[in-house]
């Protein structure tokens, strides 16, 4: 199989998660207090946006290496 039609349809498939989701989220716990048997932490939940001309770019690239790999 042909290798830029592959990473074509892998950069399209990418740049529309990158526009459905708009952001990778994940937690983090971190310990507030720790003396002896009492503890308490805390559970922070944090967001890395995602840009949409990054999804847009992705699309774009994906779509331009299906074309360069049907005309080989």
């Given amino acids: 199989m042909k290798t830029l039609p592959v990473v074509g349809l892998i950069l ?3 740049g529309i998660i990158s526009f ?5 989220n994940y937690t983090t716990h971190k310990k507030i207090v720790d003396i002896g048997p009492i ?3 805390t559970t922070e939940h944090k967001t890395i946006p995602l840009p949409p001309i990054l999804g847009g770019l992705a699309l774009v690239g994906g779509i331009v290496l299906l074309v360069a790999g049907r005309k080989e």
Avoid: T
């Fill in 39 to 41: 503890q308490a932490s």
């Fill in 12 to 14: 399209i498939v990418l």
């Fill in 20 to 24: 459905a989701y708009q952001g990778i």
